[in-house]
């Protein structure tokens, strides 16, 4: 008979589950079920459903943290020397978060949609709500960001707080075209969505991962044709 406390095995069991989570839902997105999460946790759906009541539920637990990463991120470019130095460290950062993680990119994106949630039959609850939140506190973040930016004559003076979303929406789309047929690609969407962003500059920026070859978009179109 096991001598581990009943509470220490809960916890165990439940950070097995967020752990199980994290690693499907980066690999392959949010459609993962739940079952298929239990069973890579080695445990049963009813264990996971008294821990999670719902799949939105899953997803928080697997993702609260790397949410958290994007007010942080805002804070560190807040605090860099010059504001267009914070607002690249932001872009680049957060860029690099989400190509690395498929579902965290889906559940980012998707917040913007509606409806949001992906539990059967239950409309959107605490996950929308910390999405929400998290998204509120990027943007109070980044607008002083944006407006010293602006004022430094660095960034376009036509440039809103919000065009945030627009340019991690544009820049994940590369994210996904690229997939793992060519990882890199989203860091050349971000060299030229930064470019396009400057208010000033000699000449174009160096783009810092070279352009997709004929094999490759080839080798793209095929694997979006089968999946």
């Known amino acids: 008979m096991s001598t581990q406390p009943a509470t220490s095995r809960a916890d165990a069991l439940r950070d097995g589950l967020v752990a199980a989570a994290r690693e499907l839902f980066s690999g392959r997105g949010l459609t993962v079920t739940q079952a298929q999460v239990a069973a890579r946790a080695g445990t049963g759906v009813a264990s996971l459903y008294r821990r999670f009541g719902t799949k939105d539920d899953l997803i928080l ?25 914070g607002l690249v460290h932001f872009v680049t950062a957060s860029a690099d978060v989400l190509a690395g993680d498929r579902g965290l990119r889906e559940l980012v994106l998707g917040g913007f949609g509606a409806p949001l949630g992906w539990s059967r039959g239950s409309g959107p609850t605490e996950l929308a709500r910390v999405l929400r939140d998290t998204d509120a506190l990027v943007v109070a973040r980044l607008e002083p960001v944006v407006r010293r930016a602006q004022a430094d004559g660095d960034l376009r003076p036509d440039v809103g707080v919000t065009d945030v979303q627009l340019v991690t929406a544009m820049v994940q789309a590369g994210a996904t075209l690229g997939g793992p047929t ?35 978009l080839r080798e793209v179109t095929a694997r979006a044709a089968h999946p």
Do not use: N
């Not at 994007?70 to 130095?85: D, L, N, R, Y």
């Not at 989203?186 to 783009?207: E, I, K, M, S």
């Open 182 to 216: 060519v990882p890199g690609l989203h860091r050349r969407a971000v060299g030229l969505v930064l470019d396009g962003l400057r208010g000033r500059r000699d000449g174009p920026t160096p783009l810092p991962v070279p352009a997709m070859t004929l094999q490759e």
């Open 61 to 85: 637990g697997a993702y609260r943290d790397a949410l958290a990463l994007g007010p942080e991120t805002a804070h560190q470019a807040a605090e860099k020397e010059s504001a267009w130095s």
